[in-house]
C-alpha cells in the first residue's frame, strides 16, 4: 500500500509540472472535439499528430497521446445524446436512452450523468491500473517466448469473438493481418519478404499508414456514402447538473459499469469494446420495469458511459506491463514509445518510473479537466457538428496526408495510404471488419518472433506450448473461447435458416 | 460471452436495397466474392513466397510463417466459397464509385506534388479534388475553403509546430 503511494506521489510530481499539464488538457481537448465529431475517431487522429510527438519528451508524448485517446470517449457521448449519431463506435449504446432523454428535455441531466459517471470510472480505473501495473509486471517477467506467443493467440481470439458479424470473417481478417506483417526484411536471416524490390516496403508496412488507409480514410469513404442526415435539432440542454433522484438512481449503474468495463478493458483484443453492451445488458436485467429502457431511462446512459471509459483506461494494462498493444490505438502507443527508444513491457516500469506513473497520474488529472472542461462547453462543440461533411472530410483529407506523410517523410507512405485506402473499403463492403485485421497485424511480427524463439529453444518440438502451464493454461483460454463463439453463432444461423422456411 | 448486443443504427451498418439473395445456385453472392478475394491472395502469396526458405521447427526459415498463414487465408476463402453455396447471404449490393475515386485521386495527387511543389499546391489540390467526391459538392464555397486551410496548415504545422513539411519549391527556390 505504501508503495502504490510512493509511486502515485512519484507520478503526481511528474505530470504536475507545467508541461505536462499543458499537454494533458491539449490532449483532452482534442479527443474531445474529435470524439464529438463523427467521421474522425483516435485512430486516425493519434496518426496524424504522431509526428508531433517526436519533438516533445516521451512522457510527454505519452500523454498528449493518451489525452486524446480518453478524450474521444467523453466527447463521443455528446453527440450520441444532443444529435442521436455515435461521435465514437463505443458510444453506440448512448444513442439508445441518451438520445430519448434528449427528447424529453432532459439532455442536460444526461450529459451530466454521462460526465460524472466517466470521471468516477476514471478515478477508479486509475486505481485499478496503479494496482495492477506490479504484480502482473512481476508475472510478465516469469514470461518466456513461449507464454508470450500463447497469450497472443488468447487475444487474437478474443479479438475474432469481439468482432461483429461473421466469425470466420473475423479469423480471415485476423491471418491476412498476420500475413501483411510479414512484408519487409526478415528480422533473423535478413532476408526480403513480399517487398516486390519496392523500397518504401523494405522496413515493413508502417502501421500508421495501414491504420490510416484500412480505417481512417476507408472511414471517410463509407460516410460518404450514407447519405446525409445530420440535423442538429436545437435541442435546450437545460440543467447540466442531474438532479438528487437522478444520481440515486445512477449510483448503482455507475458502480457496476465502472467494475464491468474495467475488467473488460484488461483483455487482450480490445474487451473495451464490450464494456458498454455489457453494461446496458446488465442494467436492463436487474431494471424492476425493463420496459423503460430504449425510453430515456437514466441507467441506460450511466451504466454504458462508465464502463464506456473504465475501459478505455484499464486497456492501457496490456500494453505497460506486458507490451502487447489490446487494440489498434494501443498499437500506436507502441510506435509512439520505441520512437522515443522505450520498449513497452515489463521493463518500463523498472528503467524509467516516471514515465510509467507520470502517464498513469495524468489519466486522472484528465479525467478531471475533462469533467471541468466538457460541461461549460458543450453548447461550442454542438456548433462544430453544424460544419456540414462535404467540408469536415476535405479537411479530415489534408490533415491526414500531412499527417501520414510528416510520420517518415515519406510522399510513397501518402501513396501506400490511398490504395490501402481503396482495399478497406472494398473489405468494408464485403463485410469484413478491418480491427481483427489491424489486431493481426500489430501483432503477427510479435507472434512470429517469440514463435521462432520458443521452437529454437525446445529444440524444434511444439509441444513445447502444451508442456508449459502458464502457455497451456492461455492456450485452453483461447479455445474456449472460440468454441463458446462458434456456438451460438451456429444456433443463430439454423435459426435464420428455419425462417426462410 | 452471453451478450445481448442491442439493435441500433450503427454508422456501418449495410446500406439499404441489400437483399438476400434468391435465384441461382450462388445463395450469398458477397461471401462468394469475400471467399475468392482471400483464395486469390492466398495463392499470390504462396506463389510470391515461393522463393522464401521454409527451414526446420527448430530453426524456422523466412518462409515457413507466411507460407502456414497464406495456407489458411486460402482456407479460410475457400470456406466461404463453399458456405456462399449453402446458406443464404447478401447480394453483392450498391458499388457506387464516385467517393473512392475522388478521394484517391486527391491523397494520390498530394502524394505527387508534396515534394516536387510543395503544401502550397498539395494542400489545395486534396481539399478540392476530394470535394467533388460529394454528391452535394459546392465550387466556390470547397476553393475558399481549400485556401483557407492551406493557408492554417502552413501556420499550424510549420510555423507552430516546426514540422519540416516542405511548403514551396519552385526551381531553385525552397521554403
Known amino acids: 500500500m505504501t508503495e502504490l503511494l510512493q509511486h502515485l506521489s512519484l507520478g503526481f510530481s511528474v505530470a504536475f509540472t507545467l508541461q505536462n499539464l499543458g499537454l494533458a488538457l491539449v490532449g483532452c481537448l482534442i479527443g474531445t472535439l474529435i470524439g464529438v465529431l463523427p467521421g474522425i475517431g483516435p485512430i486516425a487522429t493519434i496518426t496524424m499528430l504522431l509526428p508531433i510527438t517526436f519533438g516533445i519528451e516521451p512522457t510527454g508524448a505519452i500523454i498528449l497521446l493518451a489525452g486524446i485517446y480518453y478524450g474521444a470517449q467523453y466527447g463521443g457521448s455528446t453527440t450520441a445524446i444532443l444529435v442521436n449519431i455515435p461521435g465514437e463506435v463505443t458510444a453506440v449504446v448512448t444513442t439508445l436512452d441518451g438520445h430519448q432523454m434528449a427528447k424529453q428535455g432532459r439532455a442536460g441531466a444526461a450529459l451530466g450523468v454521462a460526465a460524472i459517471g466517466s470521471f468516477f470510472a476514471g478515478c477508479v480505473a486509475t486505481l485499478v491500473i496503479a494496482a495492477l501495473a506490479v504484480p502482473l509486471t512481476r508475472l510478465a517477467l516469469l514470461f518466456g517466448s513461449a507464454e508470450y506467443f500463447s497469450l497472443m493467440v488468447a487475444g487474437l481470439a478474443f479479438a475474432v469473438v469481439l468482432a461483429r458479424g461473421s466469425i470466420l470473417k473475423a479469423i480471415a481478417m485476423i491471418l491476412v493481418g498476420v500475413l501483411l506483417s510479414t512484408i519487409g526484411q526478415d528480422l533473423e536471416t535478413g532476408v526480403e519478404r513480399f517487398t516486390f524490390g519496392y523500397a518504401p516496403l523494405a522496413d515493413g508496412l508502417d502501421f500508421a499508414v495501414l491504420a490510416m488507409g484500412v480505417f481512417g480514410f476507408a472511414e471517410v469513404l463509407r460516410n460518404l456514402e450514407a447519405i446525409e442526415h445530420r440535423e442538429v435539432v436545437p435541442i435546450p440542454i437545460g440543467r447540466v447538473w442531474p438532479s438528487a433522484s437522478d444520481l440515486r438512481q445512477s449510483a448503482g449503474p455507475i458502480l457496476r459499469g465502472t467494475l464491468a468495463g474495467a475488467i473488460l478493458g484488461i483483455l487482450p483484443g480490445n474487451g473495451a469494446v464490450l464494456g458498454p453492451f455489457a453494461s446496458y445488458t446488465i442494467e436492463k436485467r436487474l431494471a424492476k420495469d425493463p420496459g423503460r429502457f430504449g425510453r430515456g431511462a437514466i441507467e441506460g446512459v450511466a451504466g454504458p458511459e462508465s464502463a464506456n471509459n473504465a475501459g478505455a483506461q484499464t486497456s492501457f494494462i496490456p500494453l505497460l506491463s506486458l507490451g502487447i498493444p489490446p487494440n489498434a490505438v494501443m498499437a500506436l502507443m507502441v510506435g509512439a514509445m520505441t520512437i522515443h527508444g522505450i520498449v513497452p513491457g515489463p521493463l518500463v516500469m523498472t528503467r524509467s518510473p516516471s514515465l510509467f506513473w507520470g502517464v498513469i497520474a495524468s489519466m486522472w488529472i484528465g479525467n478531471l479537466m475533462l469533467l471541468v472542461i466538457n460541461l461549460p462547453l458543450v453548447g461550442l462543440w454542438v456548433k462544430l457538428l453544424r460544419v456540414p461533411y462535404r467540408l469536415m472530410f476535405p479537411a479530415i483529407l489534408l490533415f491526414s496526408s500531412i499527417g501520414i506523410y510528416s510520420v517518415n517523410n515519406s510522399a510513397a507512405d501518402v501513396l501506400l495510404t490511398a490504395v490501402l485506402a481503396l482495399a478497406g473499403w472494398a473489405l468494408s463492403k464485403l463485410d469484413f471488419e478491418t480491427a481483427p485485421l489491424l489486431l493481426g497485424f500489430v501483432l503477427g511480427r510479435l507472434m512470429e518472433e517469440n514463435l521462432r524463439r520458443a521452437l529454437s529453444l525446445a529444440r524444434g518440438d511444439p509441444m513445447t506450448f502444451l508442456r508449459r502451464p502458464i502457455s497451456l493454461g492461455l492456450l485452453a483460454v483461447a479455445a474456449l473461447v472460440l468454441v463458446v463463439a462458434v456456438l451460438p453463432s451456429i444456433s443463430q444461423r439454423r435459426e435464420q435458416v428455419f425462417a426462410e422456411d | ?175
Open chain 2, 1 to 175: 460471452m452471453d451478450v445481448e448486443t442491442p439493435a441500433v443504427p450503427s454508422p456501418a451498418a449495410p446500406e439499404q436495397g441489400a437483399r438476400l439473395a434468391r435465384r441461382g445456385p450462388v445463395r450469398s453472392p458477397r461471401d462468394l466474392v469475400a471467399g475468392a478475394i482471400l483464395v486469390a491472395l492466398a495463392a499470390f502469396a504462396l506463389a510470391t513466397g515461393a522463393p522464401l526458405e521454409g527451414g526446420t521447427l527448430r530453426a524456422m526459415g523466412p518462409g515457413m510463417l507466411p507460407r502456414a498463414v497464406a495456407a489458411a487465408v486460402g482456407v479460410a476463402g475457400l470456406l466461404l466459397v463453399g458456405f456462399s453455396f449453402a446458406r443464404f447471404g447478401l447480394r453483392l449490393g450498391r458499388w457506387p464509385i464516385r467517393g473512392p475515386i475522388f478521394v484517391t485521386l486527391a491523397v494520390v495527387a498530394f502524394a505527387l506534388t508534396i515534394r516536387s511543389v510543395g503544401l502550397v499546391l498539395a494542400g489545395p489540390l486534396v481539399v478540392v479534388v476530394s470535394g467533388a467526391a460529394s454528391s452535394d459538392v459546392r465550387w466556390k464555397e470547397l476553393v475558399a475553403f481549400a485556401v483557407v486551410m492551406t493557408a492554417f496548415c502552413v501556420v499550424l504545422f510549420r510555423s507552430i509546430l516546426g514540422l519540416p513539411i516542405p511548403i514551396l519549391s519552385v526551381g531553385g527556390f525552397t521554403w
